[in-house]
């Protein structure tokens, strides 16, 4: 039974934890919010990227003169997987699930014969993913040194996968990050980026989709300048899905932490008023038989 | 006074601009066009350059774009850069980072098709600098 001053040391250190959880939780709360606004302020951008794109890859017809990064090597036989995890730490089964999610799909892709390499951006899924995937993992990016998010980190690394196309080192690349869905949950989910699949579907939906446009230069050279753009775009997305994403996992994670706190603080005070009950209790029966004793 | 039309200045991190305008001045990769209602529809790359835009309300705003693309239809006209800034609050060491970015890029080229794109790049870079930058 540990002694009351024991209890009282381990009350204090509960109540300081739960203090710094509290602490980073409503950090947690303040850069979500930032973060969101951030993904919603690109939304247009890559909204309209995708309907420019659908309209322009309509006009050329899927014809030969579509770069390769659309119609991609023609074999299936690398791939490169990009898994985009958080930074940090502490924020529940965020990093995990990415990285359990990019595991399943490497385990299938190598069952299948298939060749992998993997790119890993931010700190946590390179660790978990290492572990297994040490000799499969070509890059890391990292982006602690960050503070906000800009279109220039994003594309950095698609250039970087744009180069490694151009020189042959892949064929399919992939994608991986979680959706923002709301703050208690994110789904991970993977995107294809080269070869890129323009859905046609957008573009019935585009006003004017159907009137005849002039292109200054040719549509096949506005689209080769166009696709590494788009990837780009949708690797920023990504990216900013995913810091929301942190957010709100990190948010929930150090809510339930902070709850759990104030829980053992509540189980803690109980013993410890108990045993000073007894304490209290036991020397009265001292002094009581001691006086009737006389 | 000319017909308003719709005109939007997005960039990967947000929307620049929304609203009516009378004319937007592009600088488009085969030249500069202006663009007013009821164009016909184009859809162009743009260099680096300096927009002007008109808007319905008679002021005249500038932003500087570094490369994107245009899309525009007789109703409006989207104008996606991959940076644009308002004139007035451009950076000059960011700026230059990009001239020097561009010339490493230009001594750095393999082949002579990139080497050509590269200083074509530089070339405008400059031009816009000192379009923008009172000697």
């Known amino acids: 039974m540990p002694s009351l001053k024991d209890l ?12 710094i959880t509290k602490a980073m939780q409503m950090v947690a709360a303040a850069k979500l919010r930032r973060a969101q606004e951030a993904a919603e302020a690109a939304r247009p951008y890559s909204e309209r990227m995708g309907a420019v794109l659908a309209n322009i890859t309509q006009a050329i017809g899927g014809g030969g003169e579509a770069p390769a990064l659309m119609t991609g090597t023609g074999k299936d036989d690398v791939h490169l997987l990009v898994v985009c995890t958080a930074e940090r730490g502490l924020c529940g089964g965020f990093n995990s699930q990415i990285a359990r999610f990019a595991r399943d799909h490497i385990r299938k892709l190598l069952a ?67 959706q923002f869905k709301s703050v208690i949950s994110q789904v991970p989910t993977t995107q294809q980026i080269i070869p890129a699949g323009v859905a ?45 994403g942190e957010m709100g996992a990190k948010m929930s994670a150090m809510d339930n932490a902070t709850r759990n706190a104030g829980d053992m603080i509540n189980k803690l005070s109980i013993t410890y008023n108990r045993q000073r009950q007894a304490q209290i209790t036991k020397e009265l029966i001292e002094i009581i038989s001691g006086a009737e004793a006389l | 006074m000319a017909e308003a039309f719709k005109f939007e200045l997005v960039s990967p991190e947000r929307l620049l601009v929304s609203e009516q305008v009378e004319s937007v001045v592009i600088p488009g990769a085969e030249g500069e066009m202006t663009v007013m209602a009821h164009h016909a529809p184009v859809m162009t790359t743009i260099k680096p350059g300096v927009v002007t835009v008109k808007t319905a309300a008679g002021n005249e705003e500038r932003y500087v774009v570094f490369g994107g693309f245009a899309d525009i239809v007789p109703a409006g006209c989207t104008l996606l850069a991959e940076s644009a800034v308002a004139v007035g609050d451009i950076d000059r060491a960011d700026l230059a980072r990009r001239i020097q970015e561009a010339r490493e890029d230009a001594a750095d080229a393999k082949d002579d098709q990139t080497r050509t794109k590269a200083e074509q790049f530089l070339s405008q870079l400059t031009t816009l600098e000192s379009a923008i930058l009172p000697a």
């Open chain 1, 112 to 178: 299948n014969g298939k060749k992998v390499k993997i790119i890993c951006v931010g700190k946590k899924g390179f660790d978990i993913l290492r572990r297994d995937y040490a000799e499969l993992i070509i890059e890391r990016v990292d982006l602690r040194e960050v503070k906000t998010l800009g279109f220039v980190n994003a594309d950095a690394i698609a250039k970087k996968v744009i180069q490694l196309f151009n020189e042959g080192g892949f064929d399919i690349c992939t994608l991986f990050y979680s």
């Open chain 1, 8 to 19: 009282r040391n381990r009350i204090a250190s509960v109540k300081a934890t739960q203090k």
């Open chain 1, 200 to 244: 046609s579907a957008a573009a019935e939906t585009t006003d004017g989709g159907n009137a005849v446009y002039e292109y200054e230069p040719e549509p096949g050279e506005i689209l080769s300048d166009l696709i590494p753009r788009n990837i780009s775009v949708q690797v920023f997305r990504a990216l900013l899905e995913n810091a929301a």
